[in-house]
């Protein structure tokens, strides 16, 4: 009847410690951490090396109250991290580390033993996030976010196999209201949880890998879309931006990928434009821009997407091939109320004017907001103002309502 308690230990930067003194101060700063382990558990406890820097501690015969027995365990673990954050003397160096540790509480048999550990590993990995150097106790609702992120991963793979994604476009507009062009978003209607938000579904798609064959079907069918909308005087003008994610960028066939692409759907290719994101130039900027430069070379176009919000850096900025920047949305929302927003935003204009790129201000929501902008010599908004993103016949009626009826005339749904 009494609970017991997994714990799970990592030591915090235990790589580089190997990585700058070697294996064998590594070798030594692992048997002083087991000798500080089994000088903190009672005797009947049991401890083990799983492999690498990860040690997992049995605590057996808490209390059979779980809230006193959590309490137990956890002044047993800080003075687990206590004990391993005293310096070590690793022969003729002194090295201070620190340890991140999870820990989680079971009574009896119903839980497998897989499973105890999978929750440690959890509550340790929590413990990391939280800042290393602490603990964490397993949160069943970790468990739960983590249970429907595998079932969001499995639909994604169904429903992408099934065809269950549309695109929606949402119009691009310049100061006399003409819209030049469109950004294609890609939207998710799930069988039984109806509209699945992007900001859910592509981090998902993105760690699981399934963002190659999503992106490449986005690009696929919004290549599509832009040669039906090339034979309508309408649509004929219209530019479409598509996000490439960094993962798919830097695919080493994405290059080939867009080529092949390109002689397949008679499309003119300088009314393509690729979307970037800056996380994109952290690893190899120099592949980045030859990968880019490859493509310009047929005509395609790049914008920089929320400029401002990750690693800005003008070194990066005059080696891009690009034609124009995006300014984020979270810029634009208190550009009437935040003078530093207001600032940034002014900034990012001038620079992009400055080296000839068109600037692009997304989440558009008031006419103040795109007043401010437009003075701030801003050449294109995107927003609620305008419109909201939508399917492309929607966006053919919203068109031929904003049209002169010399456009319109004749006009089919395309």
């Known amino acids: 009847?009494?609970?017991?308690?997994?714990?799970f230990l990592d030591l915090d930067n235990f790589k580089t410690l190997n990585d700058t003194l070697g294996h064998d101060v590594g070798d030594r700063m692992l048997m002083e951490v087991a000798d500080?382990?089994?000088?903190?558990?009672?005797?009947?406890?049991?401890?083990?090396?799983?492999?690498?820097?990860?040690?997992?501690?049995?605590?057996?015969?808490?209390?059979e109250s779980v809230e006193d027995a959590a309490a137990q365990a956890a002044v047993i673990g800080d003075q687990l991290i206590s004990r391993l954050a005293e310096p070590?003397?690793?022969?003729?160096?002194?090295?201070?580390?620190?340890?991140?540790l999870g820990i989680t509480l079971f009574c009896g048999n119903t839980v497998s033993v897989d499973e105890i550990l999978k929750r440690a590993d959890m509550a340790m990995y929590q413990a990391k996030s939280a800042g290393r150097n602490t603990l964490r106790f397993f949160d069943p609702t970790?468990?739960?976010g983590l249970n429907a992120r595998l079932r969001m991963?499995?639909?994604?793979?169904?429903?992408?196999?099934?065809?269950e994604f549309s695109l929606h476009y949402q119009p691009q507009v310049d100061a006399q209201g003409h819209c030049l062009g469109v950004e294609a978003l890609v939207r998710w209607n799930h069988p039984q949880r109806g509209w699945i938000s992007p900001l859910d579904f592509i981090p998902i798609a993105e760690d699981s890998g399934l963002i190659q064959p999503l992106g490449a079907w986005i690009m696929e069918t919004a290549c599509q879309q832009l040669v039906a909308w090339q034979a309508h005087p309408l649509t004929a003008g219209l530019s479409v931006s598509v996000n490439v994610s960094p993962r798919q960028f830097m695919r080493p066939s994405f290059v080939s990928d867009m080529i092949h692409l390109l002689h397949t759907i008679p499309l003119d290719p300088n009314k393509l434009v690729i979307e970037i994101t800056e996380s994109i130039f952290l690893d190899n900027l120099d592949a980045v821009v030859q990968k880019m430069a490859a493509l310009q070379k047929y005509g395609l176009r790049f914008?920089?997407?929320?400029?401002?919000?990750?690693?800005?850096?003008?070194?990066?900025?005059?080696?891009?091939?690009?034609?124009?920047?995006?300014?984020?949305?979270?810029?634009?929302?208190?550009?009437?109320?935040?003078?530093?927003d207001a600032a940034i935003s002014q900034a990012i204009i001038v620079l992009g004017r400055s080296l000839g790129l068109t600037l692009v201000a997304e989440g558009v929501e008031t006419t103040g907001q795109w007043q401010l902008l437009q003075e701030q010599g801003c050449h294109l908004g995107q927003g609620y103002l305008f419109a909201k993103p939508?399917?492309?016949?929607?966006?053919?009626?919203w068109l031929?309502?904003?049209?002169?009826?010399?456009?319109?005339?004749?006009?089919?749904?395309v």
Request: charged share 20%; aromatic share 6%; net charge negative.
């Open 1 to 7: 009847g009494a609970y017991q308690a997994l714990l």
């Open 36 to 63: 500080r382990l089994r000088q903190s558990v009672h005797a009947s406890d049991t401890i083990s090396r799983l492999g690498g820097d990860e040690f997992v501690i049995l605590l057996g015969h808490l209390s």
């Open 88 to 100: 070590y003397v690793l022969g003729s160096h002194i090295h201070r580390s620190s340890a991140s």
């Open 142 to 144: 970790l468990q739960a």
């Open 153 to 163: 991963e499995q639909d994604l793979y169904r429903d992408l196999a099934q065809r």
């Open 303 to 340: 914008s920089l997407d929320d400029f401002g919000t990750g690693y800005s850096s003008l070194s990066y900025l005059k080696r891009l091939p690009l034609e124009r920047v995006k300014i984020d949305a979270a810029f634009v929302h208190d550009i009437l109320t935040d003078p530093t």
């Open 390 to 397: 939508m399917p492309a016949p929607a966006l053919q009626a």
């Open 400 to 413: 031929m309502a904003q049209a002169p009826a010399s456009l319109t005339a004749g006009s089919a749904p």
